[in-house]
C-alpha cells in the first residue's frame, strides 16, 4: 500500500531535544511513525513494532506507532529528525528547505532494529563512530 509521508514538528520530538539529540529520550520521541489506526489493521502492524518506512530517497527503521491525530486513511507522520532527513529528498529546489510533506512511501514490519542517532548516522554516512563525537 502507498502511503503519504508528512514530517513536521511535534511537541515530543522538542520535548526530546531539551534532553540531548544523542539521548534515548529523543529517540523514542522522533524515530516513529504515526499512522492511523485502520492502515496499521490492514498492514498487520501492531503498535510498538520496528518497521521500515520507504522512500524513493532511502529506507529508515522506526517504531509504529497509533496516531489520535491522523484521520485520514494512507497518511503517516515522521517527526523531523535525523530519520525522517534519511528519507527526505535532499533537493531544495533553490528554496534551502526540502519538499517534507506528501512524499510517498511504503511501510512494512521488519526484524531490524531502531538505531540510536549515532549509530543512524555512522550507518547512513560510513563515519566512525570516534570521530563523529569528536
Known sequence: MELSLLTGRSIDQGCGKEHGKLSE????????CQMNPEDMKKLQIREGENVKVTTKFGSV??????SRSIRS?????IPYGPWASLISPPDTGGTGMPILKGMP??????????????????HSYG????????
Not at 486513511?73 to 507522520?77: A, E, Q, T
Not at 563515519?127 to 569528536?134: A, M
Open 127 to 134: 563515519k566512525e563512530k570516534s570521530s563523529v563525537r569528536d
Open 105 to 122: 512511501a511504503t511501510v512494512e514490519v521488519t526484524t531490524e532494529k531502531v538505531l540510536d542517532p549515532l549509530d543512524l548516522l555512522v
Open 25 to 32: 529520550e529523543y529517540r523514542k520521541n522522533v524515530a516513529i
Open 73 to 77: 486513511p494512507r497518511v503517516i507522520f
Open 61 to 66: 527503521v522506526v517504531k509504529a506507532q497509533k
